[in-house]
């Protein structure tokens, strides 16, 4: 039997005898310190009653301002009174409970604090207070301090009935597991709340989505003991995540990119407009932070950043074209509809607590808060309800309900999300290939600047290399170019033809006026988002490099040797015609089959298989600027390219010659040399270069093959 006032020391009533006269002092001595350590008996402490005490923590719990035991003074600090004394109890054990329950209604005081000041705060809507997280946050909050008064006041009115004896050790074990769940809430809120940052609301709802996600993921690697714990942070999670994703979803069903707010982690420049070529690049852009650029993502979006980026120009461009279709389903109520589509139907483990019996929601107590968030949901879509069948099984089965872990969110939202902004892009790529002839226009741009158009084109090219030769000037052309290609393609009226200015005549050859001589392409809006002015200046260059090749294959080809050449000089001119011919064919052959024909069939396959513009755009300019390298345009290959159009230059020199009757043995040996040097030149660079890639470039095997 344990002695009142004692914590239930044994007995000190021995027998003498067992006990020498000596020891029995200091037994004696050692009880009455302990006694007088654990157990007060100042006359000043004030007696109350256990029953008084487990009221006022009932009620402290449950959010009230104060109370006669744990007063609340300035800044919504909680005291705990320290005269106070209950007669079964000692000092310390008393002191020891009613701390470890001051430490939680503080807790809860906090709480209270936070999300009424959150819920309350409209002075300023670019204040982290005011975005549409950090209310959803505080209402998650909110609703389940609600639901601890609603348990705590159960079991007050248990206390108050006296039904069974209740102690404040019992109290303790009793709501453990709400104590459990308040100091989780706190330490999050805490962390959250101490890195705010009053000036990027977006980043403050970054962090605060990030930090609600990495406390879920730590109390569910703790296993079954915190699932109580789970089950409240998931739910707070899903309320947090809503605004954020419906915002998503209405910007990228809508084209309305509402966040008046500035919670959201992209940014849209009003400066640049929309039918703008450099809307594509700049004109939608990841907030930057101190962390680095992008860094205002939250971490479950990072997987969708590039695709999110794409899909809000695409939709925003789909709503200036007048082009949006019907909104899908809402993103967030898709994700919970899924969510619980797998939770319903996975098996909960059997060493699984379910802390509530099947019934009504108001009777399922530890998760009121996870159901009405659920319920709330499917009230919303009840015209739905044929479509949406898993809700009824919610009505029906939210007391089975087995939270999954998190890491089933994401993988739900992110394919969920992905999914959306691909029909999104693919839906732009879908109009501009079928309403705005975004390949028509590609390939009417091949077709005259690559020469694909073969008869017209060379029409055309023979008319302008007669008015070349002749030395008069290019005028007008234009018209002629149309009227040629009008047969050909609906579009021909998007081409204009110009001749720059030579800046020094004098110094320039004849093959250089073709660098003067420019076809412009004007697409309309919005096919110019893939014909930009970068790759326009492409194609132009390629399209003066074919100029000169076919301009001194008809100088050089149809060339009738005259006959009043005496032998041996007529001999060599005949065999210097037939290696200009051969140069020239091999390097034609280079350029139209070999790199254009050849990237163009390989660009138009994998341009079929785009699903988004973005996706279109990019292999669009990556067979740009491998029809560049390939063709001898880039910066590496000057000294390539120059000894190409040295020798052809040699070509017309060659011509002219034999018109004015001015070739002699020094003039021909001179022009057989000089296009010789510049063969052997152009095939051992092109050789190297084979020697050097680090891959097979069968283009200059066939280009070395063939100079050789």
């Known amino acids: 039997m344990r002695m009142r006032g004692t914590l239930g020391f044994p007995s000190c009533q021995l027998k003498e005898a067992e006990m020498s006269p000596a020891i029995i002092p200091k037994y004696a001595d050692i009880c009455q310190s302990l006694v007088k350590q654990y157990w007060r008996n100042d006359a000043n402490l004030e007696p109350i009653t256990e029953l008084q005490i487990l009221r006022e923590i009932l009620t402290m719990l449950q959010g009230a301002p104060t109370s006669y035991i744990f007063p609340v003074f300035d800044e919504h600090k909680v005291y705990l009174r320290e005269d106070i004394t209950v007669q079964h109890y000692s000092y310390q054990a008393l002191n020891n409970v009613l701390n470890y329950f001051l430490k939680i209604i503080q807790m809860v005081q906090s709480l209270h604090f936070v999300s009424d000041d959150v819920l309350n705060y409209v002075a300023q809507p670019s204040h982290p207070y005011g975005s549409r997280t950090y209310q959803a946050f505080a209402c998650a909050i909110f609703m389940y301090l609600q639901q601890l008064t609603s348990a705590m006041s159960l079991i007050e009115r248990k206390v108050m009935r006296q039904s069974e004896v209740v102690t404040v050790i019992q109290l303790k074990e009793a709501v453990r ?91 849209r420049d009003p400066d640049i407009s929309i039918s703008s070529t450099e809307f594509w690049e700049n004109g939608l852009v990841f907030k930057d932070a101190d962390d680095g650029p992008g860094s205002q993502i939250p971490g479950i979006f990072l997987p969708l950043r590039e695709k999110l980026l794409k899909a809000g120009k695409a939709i925003e461009l789909i709503s200036k074209l007048g082009k949006l279709g019907d909104p899908d389903a809402d993103l967030f109520h898709v994700l919970i509809q899924k969510y619980l589509g797998r939770s319903l139907s996975g098996k909960v483990p059997q060493k699984a607590v379910i802390p509530f019996e099947l019934g009504s929601v108001d009777q399922c107590q530890s998760d009121i808060l996870l159901a009405s968030l659920f319920v709330d949901m499917a009230k919303s879509l009840s015209p739905q309800k044929d479509k949406l069948p898993i809700y009824s099984e919610i009505f029906n089965s939210i007391g089975k309900l087995h939270i999954l872990p998190s890491t089933s969110i994401l993988k739900i939202l992110v394919p969920l999300m992905e999914e959306r902004c691909t029909q999104v892009s693919f839906s732009l790529l879908k109009i501009l290939r079928h309403e705005f002839y975004l390949d028509v226009h590609l390939n009417t741009l091949r077709k005259v600047l690559l020469m694909e158009a073969g008869l017209p084109m060379s029409t055309f090219c023979e008319e302008m290399f007669k008015d070349v030769y002749m030395g008069e000037t290019l005028r007008g052309m234009t018209p002629f170019l149309r009227e040629c290609m009008s047969p050909h393609t609906d579009y021909s009226h998007h081409l204009r033809m110009s001749v720059v200015k030579q800046q020094n005549p004098s110094k320039q050859g004849e093959l250089d006026m073709f660098q003067c001589v420019k076809v412009d392409y004007l697409p309309p809006f919005p096919v110019d988002i893939v014909l930009d002015e970068e790759l326009l200046v492409i194609y132009q260059k390629v399209f003066t490099l074919l100029l000169q090749i076919k301009y001194t294959a008809w100088c050089v080809l149809p060339l009738v040797v005259q006959s009043n050449l005496q032998f041996p000089l007529s001999n060599q001119v005949h065999c210097f015609r037939y290696e200009l011919i051969n140069f020239i064919k091999v390097i034609q052959a280079y350029t139209m089959q070999r790199v254009l024909h050849c990237t163009g069939a ?107």
């Not at 940052?197 to 970054?206: A, G, I, K, N, Y």
């Not at 979803?249 to 959201?264: I, M, P, Q, R, Y």
């Not at 063969?679 to 470039?697: E, H, I, Y």
């Open 177 to 267: 597991e709400h104590c459990e769940i308040v100091s989780a809430l706190y330490d999050m809120v805490e962390e959250i709340l101490h890195e705010i940052d009053l000036d990027s609301p977006s980043v403050c709802v970054t962090r605060l989505i990030n930090t609600l996600f990495n406390t879920l993921e730590l109390y569910e690697s703790m296993g079954i003991l915190s699932q109580h714990v789970t089950k409240v942070l998931l739910t707070v999670f899903l309320c947090t995540l809503q605004p954020l994703l419906t915002t998503i979803d209405t910007w990228l069903s809508h084209g309305d990119l509402n966040n008046t707010t500035d919670e959201l982690f992209l940014s």
């Open 602 to 708: 390989d660009m138009r396959r994998e341009l079929n298989k785009a699903l988004e513009l973005d996706e279109y755009v990019q292999i669009h300019k990556k067979y740009c600027h491998i029809m560049e390298e390939y063709c001898l345009l880039t910066p590496e290959y000057s000294s390539c390219l120059g000894a190409i159009r040295h020798a052809l230059s040699k070509g017309i020199e060659f011509r002219r010659a034999l018109d004015r009757e001015e070739l002699d043995d020094v003039a021909l040996e001179k022009l057989m040399r000089d296009v010789r040097k510049c063969v052997d030149f152009v095939t051992n660079l092109v050789k190297k270069r084979n020697q050097v890639a680090s891959v097979p470039q069968p283009h200059f095997d066939w280009l070395e093959t063939s100079l050789s």
